[in-house]
């Protein structure tokens, strides 16, 4: 989900570690920026569900920002999506895949002046791990030795609040240990769950979630607004090797995509990373070389309920997967800009299988056989949740239409929450029926959309297993394809836990999106990425 634009050689997995890219940033970059650009310009987002600490954000519409105002350790090349070493780490090696070396380079500071340390991360990855703080991201810190000695029962104290496999060795150097080989594990720490927070978040962790201090490319010269935004200012003493070229970027808050688009339209919106549904036929019209597409990694589902006693057969799951026409919703209402799925995992990423599920097929027939077979009480309507003013209404309908038609099952639509509203409502299992669920991968790794939506360690608060789908077996596979000695080997293992998605089917697969997106005339060099990130330090303001 989290990338940057990147300058710089691409990083490749070799063996047993990672291979050192060459450059770095020296932290005196940023009086270039100055003399390149200037100006402010505008983003659509909705409204973030949290506080913008990197540890808690999960979600697109914080995830923007957040990524606005941090660095990585490491990037992610535009082209390929592999990890490139052009943020704060200068190397991450290891000789058996377990034991972790990160070294940093010199010269990144936080926004505050004080400088980016080997014990700003490793204090950072400990809070967020710690179940007592109740971090979203605190699932990607499970595979550090000590982290079951952080977990503790709601209202309990860890044992705890330090993983023992994390180790400061100078202030530019700190060692992670695993508790099994993960050699993709470099790959992973791009994300937003590692980035680093300063002295100030642990004074005042309250005050910092209204007003972040990173160590990106811009900065925050003021709180953030609910239901308004922040505007952001370019940071220059940035470490990195590209500044933003923009002096600032304002992301605005709209409760309605179609509002956003009417204001894009008029000029008064400059980028947005999505366009409304019905909006997409006119687009080409409307904007020219202005409306631009990108594959995205990401997946549609239909989240299930597990805990709900409609849903908690697989078979009844499975039915309904079997009812839906995913071609005929991709073909009129996305014109062609969604591609049907039948796997849990994105085309972008290595070990995708274009047609692993055979229950995301339409087949009408076997669906009805199956639901009859379960005992489903077909006189009751089912609810169809999805989060308001995010163009989600008109192909939920379709599917309710289609559950109608194909399994004679009524269905009433339930989208009146606020996205901010509806993801508290999916960790606090108040879903109560079938539910939209979306996922913009983080690292371009197989594992990304396995492990934080569907383990058991996932489970809210810790991570984002909205189903409360829980399996053993599939948490020891995915663990084995973590531990494997190769990335193919792992992709084989990762495909072994999917394949028991596939019969258990907590959430059916839906789509793929290719992303449709459009700028004003007031700035150029606009791009989002697969990982659905409008690339805000390359805007430039005013056209070429």
Not at 15 to 39: F, P, Q, V
Not at 116 to 140: H, I, K, L, M, R
Not at 255 to 268: C, M, P
Request: hydrophobic share 35%; charged share 25%; aromatic share 10%.
């Amino acid at each position: 989900m989290r990338t940057k634009r990147i300058a710089g050689a691409s990083v490749v997995l070799t063996g047993s570690l990672l291979l050192t890219a060459c450059g770095g940033g020296d932290g005196g970059s940023g009086d270039a920026a100055a003399e390149e650009g200037g100006g402010t310009f505008s983003v659509y987002i909705g409204e973030p569900e949290n506080p913008l600490v990197p540890g808690n954000t999960n979600e697109t519409e914080g995830g923007q920002i957040v990524d606005a105002l941090w660095t990585g350790l490491v990037e992610y090349d535009r082209e390929t999506n592999e990890a490139a070493y052009t943020g704060v780490a200068e190397s991450i090696e290891s000789e058996d895949q377990k034991t972790w070396t990160v070294n940093l380079k010199d010269g990144w500071t936080f926004h505050d002046g004080t400088p980016v340390t080997a014990q700003s991360y490793v204090d950072t990855w400990n809070y967020v791990a710690n179940s007592e703080n109740a971090q979203g991201n605190s699932y990607f810190f499970a595979n550090v030795e000590g982290y079951e000695d952080l977990q503790a029962e709601e209202g309990k104290k860890p044992a705890a609040t330090e993983m023992s496999g994390l180790r400061v060795i100078d202030d530019q150097t700190f060692e992670v240990t695993l508790t099994d080989p993960y050699a993709q594990w470099p790959t992973t720490v791009g994300y937003t769950a590692f980035f680093p927070m300063p002295q100030a978040f642990f004074d005042n962790p309250e005050g910092f979630g209204e007003q972040p201090i990173g160590n990106g490319p811009f900065k925050a010269d003021e709180a953030f607004q609910d239901g308004v935004g922040i505007t952001l200012t370019r940071f220059d003493e940035f470490g990195g090797e590209e500044p933003a070229k923009a002096e600032g970027v304002e992301f605005r808050v709209y409760t309605e995509i179609n509002t956003a688009y009417n204001d894009l339209q008029a000029g008064s919106l400059d980028v947005m990373d999505e366009l409304p549904p019905d909006a997409i036929a006119s687009a080409e019209d409307q904007f020219g070389e202005r409306l631009k597409t990108q594959p995205q990694g990401d997946i549609t589902s239909l989240g299930f309920p597990t805990y709900d006693e409609r849903f908690a057969d697989p078979e009844v799951r499975k039915a309904f997967s079997m009812a839906i026409d995913r071609e005929a919703i991709t073909e009129s209402i996305f014109q062609g800009t969604r591609t049907p799925a039948a796997s849990f995992v994105s085309p972008v990423v290595d070990g995708y299988r274009e047609d692993a599920c055979e229950a995301c097929e339409l087949n009408v027939e076997e669906a009805n056989r199956i639901l009859d077979e379960a005992g489903f009480d077909r006189s009751k309507p089912v609810d169809l949740w999805f989060n308001a003013g995010a163009g989600h209404e008109e192909w939920m309908q379709a599917i309710g239409n289609q559950l109608r038609e194909n399994l004679d099952v009524e269905y009433q639509l339930r989208g009146d929450l606020q996205f901010a509203e509806y993801l508290p409502l999916q960790d606090e299992k108040g879903m109560t029926g079938p539910f939209r669920s979306g996922w913009v991968m983080d690292y371009p790794v197989m594992e990304n959309f396995l492990g934080p939506l569907y383990t058991t360690a996932a489970l809210p608060p810790a991570g984002s297993n909205s189903t409360f789908y829980s399996n053993e077996e599939f948490d020891a596979q995915v663990r084995a394809g973590n531990s494997a000695a190769s990335i193919d080997e792992a992709v084989q293992e990762y495909q072994k836990a999917e394949d028991m998605l596939i019969a258990d089917m907590p959430a059916t697969p839906l789509f793929y999106r290719v992303t449709q997106y459009a700028h004003s005339e007031n700035v150029s060099d606009v791009s989002v990425n697969a990982f659905q990130r409008v690339e805000v330090e390359d805007v430039v303001v005013g056209s070429e």
